[in-house]
């Protein structure tokens, strides 16, 4: 069974500018999670969907990201514009339903820094 | 609040020395607890989860008992190897299955 694929794994940018981030889940699976990890610091939840539908994005900064999830399957986060700050490793995990019986199986991260 | 405190790392052993890594949680309610691995340039994988006090969550040698009274889930391993050398994330779950991480420990382990 593949694995949560995301792309790219490296971006580097320049504060200001706009990036985004993809994750494909593993087939099937109903619910999507992407978390930021800053360095030295453990993940924190962004934004959770069910199908294509906002479970939750309470600690998404709405100002400056987005996420979408069409047709319940691929997922795009975008950050526009960048700050310093949103330098870390953006996480993408995938669970079959939202229940807290399903395991979420994470991806490899999309390394984000911004100069 | 929903929070998690790990031991700072990075944790250095020798082959076959006997590890532990502390953790301790502040939760509303009864949350389930895990412990994530994170080998150098892979995703988190689980390791290990309890979802009720007492439980005991094993595998690949390693343990960790959810203790309410002390509000703790330590992972232990007996003897460590090479292989061991990665990150680890203590987290708990809470009923609307949202995650807490903490802020993860390294360790390594020399041959």
């Known amino acids: 069974e593949a694995g949560v694929a995301q792309s790219p794994r490296y971006k580097i940018i320049e504060k200001r500018q706009s990036v985004a981030f993809w994750c494909n889940p593993i087939?099937?699976?109903?619910?999507l999670y992407w978390y930021q990890q800053i360095l030295g610091q453990g993940p924190k939840l962004l934004i959770q969907?069910?199908?294509?539908?906002?479970?939750?994005d309470s600690q998404l900064p709405k100002d400056r990201f987005s996420a979408e999830r069409l047709k319940g399957v691929d997922s795009t986060l975008k950050i526009q514009p960048a700050k310093l700050e949103d330098s870390a490793v953006y996480l993408c995990?995938?669970?079959?339903?939202?229940?807290?019986?399903?395991?979420?199986?994470f991806g490899p991260g999309t390394r984000l820094t911004v100069t | 609040g929903n929070s998690v405190t790990q031991m700072e790392g990075p944790v250095t052993l020798s082959e076959e020395a006997f590890l532990t890594i502390n953790c301790t949680y502040t939760?509303?309610?009864?949350?389930?607890l895990f412990w994530y691995v994170q080998y150098p340039g892979e995703g988190l994988q689980l390791l290990l989860k309890?979802?009720?006090?007492?439980d005991k969550g094993s595998n690949k040698g390693f343990e960790a008992t959810y203790r309410k009274e002390t509000t703790s889930f330590h992972l232990e391993k007996g003897s460590v190897q090479v292989s061991d050398s990665a990150v680890y994330f203590c987290?708990?779950?809470?009923?609307?299955?949202?995650?807490?991480f903490g802020s993860g420990t390294k360790l390594n382990v020399k041959p």
């Open positions: 995990a995938s669970s079959l339903e939202a229940g807290g019986e399903y395991e979420q199986y």
């Open positions: 087939s099937g699976h109903a619910t």
């Open positions: 969907f069910q199908n294509n539908g906002v479970v939750d």
């Open positions: 939760a509303t309610g009864y949350p389930s």
């Open positions: 309890a979802t009720k006090a007492d």
């Open positions: 987290a708990l779950r809470t009923g609307f299955n949202k995650f807490y």
